[in-house]
């Protein structure tokens, strides 16, 4: 959409952005009366919840794009007022977050796009884990590494498709960014929903450049985290600290803009969906299969959890922070680890989870309270609703043989 007079001054251009209402445009045949709930529906988009201010004030002949458009709070906007945020965090974090969203346009584009441009399958290479590297496993690394060293707030990252650190040179970035660029890489070519994850941490070692010291910082260090969904839209959720909470952000191709669509974030305290890869229960310990069995009984006023496992960490603990429940990467005789990454994967989400007002324990610790000891750590994790987690945390209490 090309805008007419685009040397206009920001505030006149607005005056040409499109009309929403069923396409209409309205100001050629007068308005659209907006009926009551949807202007209540209307208003929960329109509340920055980081400023005082708030947005009451629309009026009745209002038409829903006119009060949209007054207090549409893109992620950029949100950041840059967030009166939770020290104000020179504010300006450095609104670069970071502008890099994030741009390397997310871009592996959401591309991955539109991959049956068109051959962009499905593998490289032919491996990756430190040994996984075959997928080709849209590459062009999101290098989409977040390029945006994040631009935006010059960055030191040190970590990223799932790198055997070492990347340090960056001669910068004076503080922040130290960990990521899995494309997170459910097994069901990219199957067009199910992947994610990006994301944790960012501040840089702790004395020198000018930063080190691979500066990685291993417990999840309670991060100072903000988060993920991209690439499914049917794509959202980004984000957390900027337990005060700050938890926001989600759906992309608005006509504007190009992430827009606050999910403010604060609550995690139901008590959910009946249980997520785990159930092919692996031959492997658990008692404690996780014992758990599991809870999850499938009824009795006593408890109906049996359904079983819901997208086998994308980012997908399945999306839905588990909107509808309740606990997503489970249990530990086991095969991988007495689990196989999920603590910098990258654990950390951010649990971040996340846990500003949510949910917990995430590896059955017997708290996942934040980890110090990891090498960047591709990986760690138990069961997260969700805090109900849940507290259950596990008992049955890992009953069979202590199970840690
Ligand atoms: O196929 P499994 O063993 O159930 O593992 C699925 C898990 O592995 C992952 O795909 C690992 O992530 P990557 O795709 O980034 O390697 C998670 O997203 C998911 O939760």
Not at 58 to 78: A, F, Q, W
Request: hydrophobic share 35%; charged share 25%; aromatic share 8%.
């Amino acid at each position: 959409m090309k805008f007419p007079n685009s040397n206009l001054p920001c505030k006149e251009r607005r005056l040409f952005l499109p009309q929403v209402t069923n396409n209409v445009d309205t100001r050629k045949r007068g308005r659209t009366r907006v009926p009551p709930n949807t202007r209540e529906r209307l208003k929960h988009l329109t509340v920055d919840p980081h400023t005082t201010q708030t947005s009451s004030s629309s009026t009745e002949d209002e038409s829903m794009s006119e009060i949209g458009r007054k207090n549409l709070v893109t992620m950029t906007r949100y950041i840059q007022k967030n009166d939770k945020l020290p104000e020179d965090k504010r300006s450095e974090f609104a670069l970071l977050f502008s890099a994030i969203q741009l390397a997310s346009k871009i592996v959401g584009n591309s991955m539109k796009r991959a049956g068109i441009e051959s962009q499905f399958g593998v490289t032919g290479t491996t990756n430190v884990h040994g996984e075959e590297v997928k080709k849209l496993d590459l062009i999101a690394n290098d989409a977040f590494k390029e945006a994040l060293v631009e935006s010059g707030q960055v030191a040190v990252m970590a990223s799932e498709e790198e055997e070492e650190a990347v340090i960056v040179e001669n910068t004076t970035g503080k922040y130290v960014i960990t990521f899995d660029p494309l997170d459910g890489s097994s069901n990219i070519d199957a067009n199910v929903s992947v994610g990006s994850i994301f944790g960012i941490y501040e840089k702790k070692s004395a020198g000018k450049n930063g080190d691979t010291s500066d990685c291993l910082q417990a999840g309670r260090q991060l100072v903000a985290s988060g993920y991209s969904i690439y499914g049917s839209a794509i959202i980004m959720v984000i957390s900027l600290g337990r005060e700050s909470g938890v926001q989600g952000f759906t992309f608005d191709p006509s504007l190009g803009e992430f827009v606050m669509s999910h403010p604060d974030m609550k995690v139901p305290e008590n959910g009946a969906i249980y997520s785990v890869n159930e092919g692996n229960s031959a492997y658990w310990p008692k404690a996780t299969s014992q758990y599991v069995e809870y999850c499938k009984s009824s009795g006593e006023g408890k109906k049996p959890y359904s079983a819901r496992y997208i086998g994308s960490m980012v997908a399945d603990v999306h839905r588990t922070l909107l509808y309740g429940g606990i997503f489970m990467y249990p530990a086991d005789s095969k991988s007495p680890n689990g196989k999920l990454r603590y910098l990258y994967e654990v950390a951010p989400l649990s971040f996340i989870v846990e500003n949510s007002g949910g917990l995430a324990t590896t059955g017997t610790k708290r996942c934040l309270d980890i110090v990891p000891d090498k960047v591709h750590l990986r760690v138990p994790v069961f997260m969700g609703s805090k109900r849940q987690v507290l259950d596990v945390e008992e049955y890992f209490k009953k069979f202590p043989e199970s840690k």
